[in-house]
Every structure is written in C-alpha cells, then in structure tokens.
C-alpha cells in the first residue's frame, strides 16, 4: 500500500509539472509569425549592443492578441515595446515580466499584427581592442521568414559576422550591414550568431548617423506652406512699401512748394530796390546845388527843404 501511495504522489508530481509547463510551451509555439527581422546593433548609442525584433503576426492570428516572448535576463528589462498603427507610427505597449533561468519573460497585448521590441545587451566581450559577442534566437515562435541583420559598429575594422552571413554591404546610412536570410523557422529552434570585430575607441555609431527628417518633406508636410499661399502675402508687403514711398514723397513736395514762395520773396526784393533806385530821379539843393541822397527831404549841407519836381 505503501508503494502504491508513492507511485500515485510520483504520477501527481510528473502531472502537476506538466500542466505547469503547458503554458510555457503553448506561449513559444501557438503564436505564429509572418515574418521577424533580428537587427543586432554593437555600441550604436550604448556602450552595449541593441538588439531589435521588428515581429509581424502570422493571418491567422486573431487580434488583439496576447504575446510572450523572452530576452536574455542580463538585459534587465525592455527597452521598448510598441505596435505599429496604421499611419506607421510606434505606440508603447503596456507588459509584464517574469523571470525564466536566464530569460526574462515579456507578455503583453497587441491590437496589431506589427510589433517592435527593444534591449540592450551588456554582454559585449572586450578585449583591449578585440570586440566579441554572441546572440542566441531561443525558438520562441514559428517563423516564416526570418532575417539576421549586423550592424557594423563606427570606426570598427575587421567585423565578422557568422555562420551564415554575407560578405557586408554599405547602405545608405553610411553604415556596412551583415545579413543572414534564416527563411523558415520551426518553433524551439535555436542558434547563434557570433560577432567579432576590431575598434580602437568608444565611439558610437549614433554619432555618425546623417541628419534626416522625419518623414518625406513635402507639401502637405505639417509646418510647410506652399509658395502659392505665400503670394497674397508677398504682395499685401509690395504694396505697404510702395504706399509708404508714395506718401513720404508727399510730404515732402508738399513742403518743398510751401516754402519756396517765402525764398523767392526774398531774393527778388534786393532786386525791386535795385530798379526803384535806377528809374529814380536825380534831385539837386535849389539853394547850394549839392546832390541829394534818395529818401532826403533836406539838404545834407545848408538844410534847405530840397524841391522834388
């Protein structure tokens, strides 16, 4: 009786584990993915390296659904999780985490198929100048289509990128990308991918990134006015200025012929006086003979009354 109670609380336990374990495998395995890009990104605006899901929910899956996903348990928490809406735009995404041996269980609910999660990885190895690190997919999904993209650090010399992963190419960020196009993957899949490079300092590859908008500039960009709007305006300014100009010149003819009679006056009245004493009449003193000056009334020498005929 004895060993028939130990077997039933033995099968009890190997139950009980499994139903504790249903829920773990059923969140790796039942929610399919259309596609996922891995972008792996080394000292890019931290000293560790950035890694980027980019998940797209399979069809099949009806929404809002509720997603759980691991990342290594070094990287503390998420950085980012958000879904995509329609105008392409990221939105924050309330989760909760729990932590699994040496992974960090996220669980959230999406009301979109586009899905971007974010951490950074403290576990860059370095070597004086030798840079080392090793990412692992821990087969939490089944994938479609999966890519590996690595990013090529700024001022990094020498990178390698494998197994699996071309030769590099330059984009046009500026920056040289290593890609891997996994294609599909079964759920509880792994693999590795091993980065090793040389880089002589700390700098990061955000410093090096190009200046760009936001978002294609044009006219319907919030902020721009057309030029065929601003015209009305440019010439309700024309012709302020001209007013003013035409105003101003006014004024001052208007005052230029004010005071011009008043200069003229004065100028001609020498001139009257000139002429008056020219046609004047020359008048001698009766009594003495001695010429009288214009204006007199006496003579200047005896004082006679002088005659003015």
Sequence with gaps: MENMSAARRC???????????????????????????????????RPDVLVIYRLTLAASV????????????????????????????????????????????????????????EYYDPRLEREQTLRKFTYEWNGDFKVENLVVSVQQPANAENMQAYPGFDAGQRLSDGFIYFTNPVGKVEA???????????????????????????QPLDENTPGRTAASALLPVFLL?????????????????????????????????????????????????????????????FCRTCGVRLRKE
């Design 62 to 117: 009806s929404l809002p659904a509720q997603i759980s996903l691991r990342i290594p348990r070094a990287a503390g928490a998420p950085y980012n999780v958000a879904w995509e809406d329609v105008d392409g735009l990221l939105y924050n995404l309330a989760y909760t985490t729990e932590v699994r041996g040496e992974w960090l269980q996220i669980t959230f609910t999406t009301p979109s198929a586009n899905l971007q999660v």
């Design 237 to 297: 300014v024309i012709g302020g200025v001209l007013l003013v100009v035409m105003v101003s010149w006014f004024l001052i003819r208007r005052d230029r012929e004010g005071s011009s009679p008043a200069r003229r006056y004065r100028h001609k009245r020498p001139a009257a006086a000139r002429i008056a004493e020219e046609v004047s009449p020359v008048v001698y003193c009766h009594q003495c003979g001695r010429r009288a000056e214009a204006g007199d009334l």
């Design 188 to 214: 509880g899949v792994t693999f590795k991918v091993n980065l090793r490079y040389e880089k002589a300092d700390d700098s990061l590859s955000v410093g090096m990134l190009p200046v760009q908008p936001a």
């Design 11 to 45: 099968i009890f336990i190997l139950i009980l584990l499994a139903l504790l374990a249903a829920p773990s495998a059923q969140a790796q395995s039942s929610t399919p993915l259309e596609s996922l890009v891995i972008q792996i990104l080394p000292e890019f605006d």
